[in-house]
């Protein structure tokens, strides 16, 4: 089956610090959508990305669509504190049908005050 | 906010009873899911629906059903629930405007004993 692979599984960081996690699948993918987890809570959609080569920002986040469609990337600027939690991304991948979203396992973030 | 809830939030049960999970939403989405999600495994799903009374199994639905009579109302049940099922269920929307955005709801914590 299709799978998505991201990395690293997890980081600890100190405050202020800039962070980057990627998303690789075997396959080609149509959208990346990438997700954030408060403990707790439900994942809260972060950035959508449509178009290969694309790069999205929400504030201090910003996102890309790898140009072979195979992978994408996060980077997030100056960490604080909130930016704790698990990052997901996810992808209705050509195997599926568009209905169904493939996620990866998670990049569980850590920031040190 | 997607406008989506959750009850019940937290649930302990035995082995052998059955559990029903409900997921509202408040506005019309054609696309709903229900997913769950264990350490190591990321979030996978178990059944969606694409309209009232049209359903699809996902990559992990035995032990699982689903009902959907109503728009606004998708039911997840566990016929005989097992320990294996322990886990943190998510509903999600979709609201299939040419999108593959999902959103989540809060999340209920189910334990089998």
């Known amino acids: 089956g299709q799978q998505l692979n991201q990395s690293p599984q997890s980081m600890f960081i100190q405050e202020g610090e800039d962070v980057s996690m990627n998303c690789t699948s075997s396959s080609i993918f149509n959208t990346w959508l990438w997700y954030k987890q408060d403990p707790g809570e439900g994942p809260v959609l972060l950035i959508a990305l449509y178009k290969a080569g694309e790069l999205t920002s929400n504030g201090r986040l910003t996102a890309q669509f790898g140009i072979t469609r195979k992978d994408s990337f996060l980077n997030i600027s100056a960490s604080i504190p909130s930016d704790v939690g698990i990052y997901f991304c996810a992808g209705p991948g050509e195997e599926t049908s568009g209905s169904r979203l493939t996620f990866g396992e998670g990049t569980q973030l850590t920031v040190n005050p | 906010d997607a406008g989506i809830t959750q009850s019940p939030r937290h649930k302990v049960t035995e082995t052998g009873t059955p559990v029903t999970l409900r997921c509202h939403q408040t506005e019309n989405h054609r696309y709903m899911y229900w997913y769950r999600q264990d350490p190591g495994h990321g979030l996978r799903l178990i059944h969606y629906s694409y309209g009232v009374k049209d359903t699809d199994k996902g990559e992990v639905s035995d032990g699982y059903s689903v009902s959907r009579s109503k728009t606004e109302d998708f039911l997840l049940t566990l016929e005989s629930a097992t320990s294996s099922q322990t886990s943190v269920y998510f509903c999600?929307?979709?609201?299939?405007?040419?999108?593959?955005?999902?959103?989540f709801g809060p999340g209920t914590r189910l334990t089998v004993t």
């Open positions: 999600a929307i979709r609201s299939g405007t040419g999108t593959y955005e999902q959103y």
